[in-house]
């Protein structure tokens, strides 16, 4: 079909949709309503299991089954996306050179690292008692590393990076969720049950399981969120496409013109590929 | 029907159509990958619109008293949970889009219409 | 009590304007790299739509995610491909809507 052809087609459907969904809107709850049933049953909920955090209980206790698909997928995408991006025959490894920092980007970096680093922990320890918890925090965690990258350069942020590591922290971390919830059955009660004393209201220690599961929620996706990073910045930055003319005039190492015009196959590099790694 | 009542989901309906619009006539995969982010946010604000509740608060007790009026907490986290997805989603969809470049050497969705073997 | 509410709710059409406008300009914005950046405050706009909408912890992941994460991903993306050869017929697609 035609671009334009299907440009029209799509417009057609677009005004059937924009019909329907607009009909359909006029059926649901006026904006604002006072009625929410499962809602107000929630609220009950979290209070009776004495969490200041309504979206914490909700995530981690009461529909925390859900939550584990949820780590899935995130699991699963930082697996799909590592394979994807590994480095394959024909590419090389690639030393940049190191480009100047600003002294105050360098001051800016140096200052906040820890601070950045120390708020994420803050948010994923306090998950159910204010906004925040493992995946908010987690994310904070893993942006806040990569500081290191915008003050310092690129070798900075891979020593303190140990990529493999941090690979099977993430696994480890999803399989902790899992088993957590084999300690809700160890105890006789169903699968990921809250199981431990439910503490105070409003106390760090209260929620029961919240809190473990935001600890094992927030390590998981600060490793994860760092590995995915991980791969892109390498590709992006130390490795250099095996069939590239060298046509990136900032590419520290240079590359050899391989004459190769067909891109059908990953094969054809190979002449590069024998090359030794070049340092600069 | 009152306008400002039905506001919010025209607007979440106007995103998601818009986004599709994006992704119809894309001539850039990572334009393509953009355009369906714009898409997803557009579930967020139905999601949230429909949990808001006038006059409520956010549902969180740490420092409001436990008979205050708060807005609809399932819908939050079902869009919390939304968030995370689709930004897995988007993560996967770029690897895709360089390991896509690095074989048939294009990123222009008119070009790619032949499965190579 | 009454004010104060229609105050929230006039906050919120205002927000889910700029919402509707940034989300527009992102889709109509061709050139990838400048869409990471639109994408970012499109981010941002969500995060204060979320807000308004009583909705902090959903917020706080737009914020994190959307705004930091995502744009990253997509400008790592485009340096990664443009680092790789080039598309031979670049000259025809900058002629659609400047496409570089």
């Known amino acids: 079909m035609s671009r334009t052809g299907r440009v029209r087609l799509f417009l057609c459907a677009a005004a059937v949709i924009a019909v329907a969904y607009t009909l359909a809107c006029t059926g649901l709850p006026h904006f604002g309503s006072a009625v929410h049933p499962y809602g107000a049953r929630a609220v009950a909920a979290t209070l009776k299991q004495r969490t200041a955090n309504t979206i914490s209980s909700i995530n981690f206790d009461q529909r925390a089954f859900d939550t584990l698909g949820e780590e899935s997928i995130l699991l699963g995408s930082v697996l799909g996306a590592t394979a994807l991006l590994r480095r394959t025959d024909d590419e090389r490894l690639s030393r940049r050179r190191v480009a100047r920092v600003l002294p105050s980007t360098r001051l800016f970096g140096t200052l906040l690292l820890p601070v950045a680093l120390l708020t994420g922990i803050y948010i994923v320890a306090h998950g159910q008692l204010s906004p925040g918890g493992g995946f908010q925090g987690g994310v904070i965690l893993a942006t806040a590393l990569h500081l290191a990258y915008v003050a310092a350069d690129y070798r900075a942020l891979d020593r303190i990076r140990p990529r493999e590591l941090l690979d099977s922290v993430d696994a480890v971390a999803a399989g902790a969720f899992t088993c957590l919830g084999l300690a809700g059955l160890i105890a006789s009660a169903a699968y990921l049950k809250n199981v431990l004393p439910l503490g105070t209201f409003n106390t760090l220690s209260s929620g029961g399981m919240v809190p473990v599961i935001n600890a094992a929620v927030g390590i998981e996706v600060a490793s994860g969120v760092i590995v995915l990073l991980a791969y892109f910045l390498d590709q992006s930055i130390t490795t250099s496409p095996g069939e590239a003319d060298g046509t990136d005039p900032s590419d520290a190492s240079g590359t050899s013109g391989t004459s190769d015009t067909s891109g059908t196959s990953d094969a054809s590099g190979t002449s590069d590929a024998s090359d030794p790694r070049k340092a600069t | ?117 | 009590m009454n004010s104060v509410a229609t105050l929230t709710e006039i906050l919120v059409m205002l927000a889910l304007l700029l919402v509707a406008v940034v989300g527009t300009i992102a889709v109509l914005t061709r050139d990838p790299a400048r869409q990471a950046v639109v994408l970012a405050v499109l981010g941002l706009a969500l995060a204060l739509l979320f807000t308004v909408l009583q909705a902090p912890d959903v917020a706080l992941s737009q914020l994190g995610v959307g705004t930091a994460v995502t744009p990253l991903l997509i400008m790592l993306t485009v340096r990664r491909i443009r680092r790789g050869r080039p598309e031979p017929d670049e000259g025809e697609s900058a002629e659609d809507g400047a496409d570089r």
């Open chain 2, 1 to 117: 029907m009152n306008l400002f009542g039905l506001l919010p989901y025209l607007v979440a309906g106007w995103i998601l159509l818009i986004g599709m619009y994006g992704l119809v006539t894309s001539r850039n995969l990572i334009h393509a990958v953009g355009c369906l982010a714009v898409a997803q946010s557009a579930t967020y604000v139905l999601l949230l619109s429909i949990g808001f509740r006038r006059g409520g608060t956010a549902p969180v007790y740490s420092d409001t008293s436990t008979h205050s009026v708060v807005v609809d907490p399932v819908v939050q986290a079902l869009a919390l949970t939304d968030v995370v997805v689709g930004a897995t989603v988007t993560a996967l969809l770029l690897s895709l889009v360089i390991q896509l470049h690095k074989r048939h050497s294009t990123i222009d969705p008119d070009r790619l219409n032949a499965l190579r073997g």
